[in-house]
């Protein structure tokens, strides 16, 4: 990066901290630490929830996500904004009215005390291990900018945020992503004006979209349904979204505390109410908007030099090595199909029939034989390098083609995304220890006086927030070739969801089940899903993970309900 770069970057970042800290004064005891003393707007608490959710994993990875795979990700969340109407009318009321903390304190009302320990312990674990691999994605950056090694860098990131978290706190965390989401949308939208900007000076944006539509990547909605029927493992599409999405999303925003914890910071019901709704118009296009930045990336690169590769420092590792030649002569090929389709994609903007149509298609294909070819010789070459470059495509089009000061303030965008969603996630992490553990179990406080209680609570509140930050930076340590890193946050995520949220309907909706009953069901719950992801993963069975989400759930309730009808 150039040192206008640098200099838009750290002003950025640091104007940004700054500014949280300020506004995060507030009372010095566990309501003002993890709740914002309940103050909050709704529009704070929208920006709080969509801050929470738009990590840097949503910039970083889901252009790249398009860019390989199509639109058909956005399929994912169509089962949001029901979701919301559900959590609006059931779930928020109550939680408001009994002033929770966190969400699993009602389960101990509703149930016992081991079913709160064990639900809150399934987030912990969930949230624990996705945040760490929220703090390896902007580490990517780093590591890729100063050629870092990646060990290291995630330990100066997690190292910045832990300061940012400790010190701040709920309001620092909801009053700068206020600030991060506006220079985001900002920023993105820059990006997909130069990304057209860019094109032959005889293209527009509906040329761009008819590029990309031939190449497959614009399968917005897909059935899911082959010659054999519905495919299970087919990951996205209508129908899965929907439904797997639904249940995804209800746990997400009903039961995981880095969601609940963002509006109970808010006035009152109300502002809750509208808080959520909102995020369920709001996030769907948005989604859809930095997807599609994808879809036109690759159109950009249809007619701009494209890289085989996108992870230029283990590419530049790989040349050094005995593969050197073999990889150039892959190159090289790579270089003059890439002319060949770009010709191809001129041909059919000048007639878009069925048979050029498929000449942009099938050029594709040739092309994505090649950068298969060469990641297996990467792979020949450096062994344990990570061969999936669907992280680096977005940023590799920033650090190439944007102009000077842009360079600098994407950059500084996915961090933002990164410190917003992490911080959220940190707060809530020592939210649920402090609540569900600390104050359920320890007697150091039992005999303190209110006001040194309020306070001695409120300083180990950030001692667990220290605690948590160390076990992400490691787990970061090991995020290294997961792929997609917005795949692997959901598929982690659904390991778990189901089940919390399969206890929560039981607790909501099936009043005549007891603890032993619906805490049984959800370990053996847990335990099924976890087999059937194992299954699916060694190819014994196929069900795409967001069916996971649905099974976790029915398991819950349908054995909760046997056990109670054994009980009696």
Same mark, same amino acid.
């Given at each position: 990066m150039s040192q206008i770069d640098w200099i838009v970057l750290i002003v950025t970042l640091v104007g940004i901290v700054a500014y949280g800290l300020y506004k995060s004064r507030t009372t010095k005891n566990l309501e003002g630490y993890f709740l914002s003393n309940r103050s909050m707007p709704w529009y704070?608490?929208?920006?709080?929830?969509? +801050?929470? *959710?738009?990590?840097?994993?949503?910039?970083?990875?889901?252009? +790249?996500?398009? =860019? #390989? %795979?199509?639109?058909?990700?956005? *399929?994912?969340?169509?089962?949001?904004?029901?979701?919301?109407?559900?959590?609006?009318?059931?779930?928020?009321?109550?939680?408001? @009215?009994? @002033?929770?903390?966190?969400?699993?304190e009602f389960l101990e009302q509703r149930f016992d005390v081991k079913t709160r320990i064990f639900t809150s312990s399934l987030f912990l674990i969930s949230r624990g291990l996705s945040t760490g691999i929220s703090i390896y994605a902007p580490s990517i950056i780093l590591s890729s900018l100063m050629g870092w090694d990646i060990f290291y860098t995630n330990i100066v990131m997690g190292g910045l945020l832990i300061v940012y978290t400790v010190s701040g706190g709920a309001k620092a965390v909801a009053y700068t992503q206020q600030l991060q989401l506006g220079i985001i949308f900002i920023g993105m939208f820059i990006a997909g004006y130069l990304i057209v900007h860019n094109l032959p000076s005889n293209m527009g944006f509906s040329d761009a979209l008819a590029i990309s539509g031939a190449s497959g990547k614009m399968n917005v909605i897909t059935t899911g349904f082959t010659e054999n029927g519905f495919d299970w493992k087919d990951r996205y599409n209508i129908i899965s979204g929907v439904i797997g999405g639904f249940f995804l999303a209800l746990s997400y925003f009903g039961t995981d505390q880095s969601q609940v914890g963002r509006y109970l910071t808010a006035k009152d019901t109300t502002e809750s109410r509208v808080g959520l709704l909102m995020n369920g118009l709001v996030k769907v296009p948005m989604q859809f908007f930095i997807l599609l930045l994808g879809a036109l990336l690759f159109t950009f690169y249809q007619f701009n030099p494209s890289p085989v590769f996108f992870n230029k420092a283990v590419e530049e590792k790989a040349m050094t090595t005995p593969y050197k030649d073999s990889l150039l002569l892959i190159k090289n090929k790579f270089n003059q199909?890439?002319?060949?389709?770009?010709? $191809?994609?001129?041909? =059919?903007?000048?007639?878009?029939?069925?048979?050029?149509? /498929?000449?942009?298609? $099938?050029?594709?294909?040739?092309?994505?034989?090649?950068?298969? &070819?060469?990641?297996?010789?990467?792979?020949?070459?450096?062994?344990?390098? &990570?061969?999936?470059?669907?992280?680096?495509?977005?940023?590799?089009?920033v650090v190439d083609f944007l102009p000077k000061g842009l360079v600098g303030l994407l950059i500084a965008i996915i961090f933002l995304a990164a410190w917003g969603s992490?911080?959220?996630?940190? $707060?809530?992490?020592?939210?649920?220890?402090?609540?569900?553990?600390?104050?359920?179990?320890? #007697?150091?406080?039992?005999?303190?006086? &209110?006001?040194?209680? %309020?306070?001695?609570?409120?300083?180990?509140?950030?001692?667990? #927030?220290?605690?948590?930050?160390?076990?992400?930076?490691? #787990? /970061?340590?090991? /995020?290294?070739?997961? +792929?997609?890193?917005?795949?692997?946050?959901?598929?982690?995520?659904?390991?778990?969801?189901?089940?919390?949220?399969?206890?929560?309907?039981?607790?909501?909706?099936?009043? @005549?089940?007891?603890?032993?009953?619906?805490?049984?069901?959800?370990?053996?719950?847990?335990?099924?899903?976890?087999?059937?992801?194992?299954? &699916?993963?060694? *190819?014994?069975? +196929?069900?795409?993970?967001?069916?996971?989400?649905?099974?976790?759930?029915?398991?819950v309730v349908l054995l909760s309900w046997c056990f109670s009808l054994f009980k009696k």
């Open positions: 704070l608490v929208l920006l709080s929830i969509m +801050g929470t *959710q738009a990590s840097a994993i949503t910039f970083l990875s889901a252009p +790249g996500q398009a =860019f #390989t %795979d199509g639109m058909r990700f956005v *399929q994912y969340y169509f089962g949001l904004p029901i979701a919301m109407v559900i959590l609006c009318i059931t779930f928020v009321p109550l939680f408001s @009215k009994l @002033k929770v903390f966190t969400a699993y199909q890439a002319l060949v389709q770009k010709r $191809n994609s001129e041909i =059919f903007l000048a007639n878009q029939s069925t048979q050029n149509k /498929a000449l942009v298609f $099938n050029g594709s294909a040739e092309l994505n034989q090649l950068k298969t &070819d060469y990641k297996k010789i990467i792979q020949k070459a450096s062994p344990g390098a &990570d061969t999936n470059d669907t992280n680096y495509i977005f940023l590799r089009f992490i911080a959220a996630a940190l $707060n809530s992490l020592a939210s649920c220890t402090m609540i569900d553990f600390h104050r359920r179990f320890s #007697t150091s406080t039992m005999n303190v006086p &209110d006001l040194k209680r %309020d306070e001695k609570e409120y300083s180990i509140s950030k001692y667990y #927030t220290l605690g948590w930050g160390i076990f992400c930076i490691i #787990t /970061a340590e090991f /995020a290294t070739g997961m +792929g997609s890193l917005i795949e692997a946050v959901n598929v982690l995520g659904s390991l778990f969801y189901g089940v919390i949220l399969g206890i929560f309907l039981v607790a909501f909706y099936c009043k @005549k089940i007891q603890s032993n009953a619906v805490f049984w069901a959800a370990v053996i719950g847990e335990l099924m899903v976890i087999s059937l992801f194992l299954l &699916d993963k060694y *190819q014994i069975i +196929g069900l795409g993970f967001l069916w996971l989400n649905v099974a976790g759930a029915m398991i």
